[in-house]
């Protein structure tokens, strides 16, 4: 069994400033209407928290027509450094970009291959635990020989690293107003998802 789901992941917030970020999205979106401080685990298959927040009286003012009778599923808040993905499961992405030279790491050379080649993938991999442990990890770029941060290089997929993110479960499409008005409120750059578990 399983779910759509839409998420905005904050790809720049510290994972220190991450919770009392998360509570005034709440907050503001709480004041809105779009959410109650109810909590329930219903209609939601997240992989990161098991409850999240109960849609508010005035949720439809942000999502797709689905007819009245369209009930939505809870938002979840998640706080800490995590892998996001789109689609079903936890899967390497198909390449990586560096952001000093623009080099294309290919880590799945789809079609010849299905799954990720260990030489390639083991810089990212390590790093990103390393980033998910201290906040920090680095991966040097294969052609310009620079080393940088995780979190600064590009994914071909929907993949992103955040220490925040809002998952709205069983939900319409959200408009692209309020992507907009959220990814504002957050105050950072955000990778947006859409998926299903």
């Not at 905005?8 to 709480?30: H, K, N, P, T, Y």
């Not at 980033?131 to 991966?139: E, N, P």
Request: charged share 20%; aromatic share 10%.
């Amino acid at each position: 069994m399983g779910d759509y789901f839409e998420r905005i992941v904050d790809v720049e917030v510290s994972a220190a400033e991450a919770g009392a970020l998360g509570a005034r999205v709440v907050d503001w979106m709480v004041s809105r209407g779009l959410l109650t401080r109810e909590m329930s685990g219903e209609l939601m298959y997240s992989w990161k928290v098991e409850q999240g927040y109960v849609p508010g009286p005035r949720w439809a003012g942000i999502a797709a027509d689905w007819g009245a009778d369209w009930l939505p599923g809870p938002v979840a808040v998640i706080v800490g450094r995590h892998v996001h993905h789109a689609g079903q499961g936890e899967t390497e992405p198909e390449s990586a970009t560096c952001p000093h030279c623009g080099t294309r790491a290919v880590i799945i050379d789809y079609p010849n291959s299905w799954e990720a080649d260990p030489v390639v993938w083991q810089p990212f991999s390590t790093a990103i635990d390393e980033w998910i442990g201290t906040g920090t990890g680095a991966v040097t770029c294969g052609t310009c020989r620079t080393p940088t941060p995780i979190t600064t290089w590009s994914w071909s997929d929907d993949v992103a690293l955040g220490a925040l993110a809002v998952e709205f479960w069983h939900w319409p499409p959200l408009s692209e107003t309020f992507v907009a008005e959220l990814s504002a409120h957050l105050g950072h750059r955000v990778a947006h998802h859409t998926g299903k578990f």
